[in-house]
């Protein structure tokens, strides 16, 4: 079967977050990601890589076969007709994901906080600049574990307890976890995953990128459904994997 998906979640900081732009500025060796208006904002396809790595973790405890992107096997797994639950969620070369993953705006309350009564959006403002905060660092070498000369840099990190928006919108195909109230494992896997997200970003190992997510909305096929009473059916995802191997004979 195939449902049609709207989630809205939001994400909310507990610590320190980099999202990089790849770009010097100045004196700021790796700046963090800004939109148009200047206030931060977390990539989808940033959320889209760590939700597509939980989501792997999560199948792997319920025993179900989980092919990563870039292993030997990736290649004939992504070209069998009778795919992965993970492939059916985020896709794959030969399978195109049908979900879109959209960038995650910080919302209005805290977008408020940066910019006076008053302030014309576009307008730039030292206010923005509070979203933020520098940091020094130093490259370390992995064979001595000390400071490389040379390699002093100079990092920006999106402050603690900042609010983003986001939502995943399209369509999910799989087989239906249950007749009464027809849902797809895929789509349980999916709310598992984002529910159990808890760091995001880089320099996760760090400390940096620790989030909490709050699923707001959830639509399927355009009827509102309750997360948390579909996450407790979570359990009768082991049976996909027998469901997969009845459809491959």
Known sequence: M?????IAYRLTFTSAFHFGTGLREGL???????DADGFLYVPGSTLKGAL??????????FDLQVTGPHTEDS???EANPN????????GSRFWPGQLYFDDAYLIEPDRAGFEPPGAKR???????????EKRTQVGLSRLTRTA??????HSEYGIQGLHFAGQI???????????GQPVTYSLLLLLAGLKSLDRIGGNKSAGAGQITCEIAELLVNEQPLEPDNLLNQLEEIEYYQLMREEVAT
């Open 2 to 6: 195939t449902e049609h998906v709207h």
């Open 28 to 34: 700021i060796h790796r700046p963090v990601a800004r």
């Open 52 to 61: 597509r790595d939980r989501c792997e973790q999560v199948a792997r405890l």
């Open 75 to 77: 290649d004939l797994g």
């Open 83 to 90: 795919v992965s639950i993970i492939v059916r969620i985020f």
């Open 122 to 132: 576009g307008q730039k403002l030292d206010f923005r600049a509070w979203q933020t």
């Open 148 to 153: 490389q000369r040379g390699l002093l840099y």
């Open 169 to 179: 919108t399209g369509l999910l195909s799989g087989f239906a976890a249950d007749e």
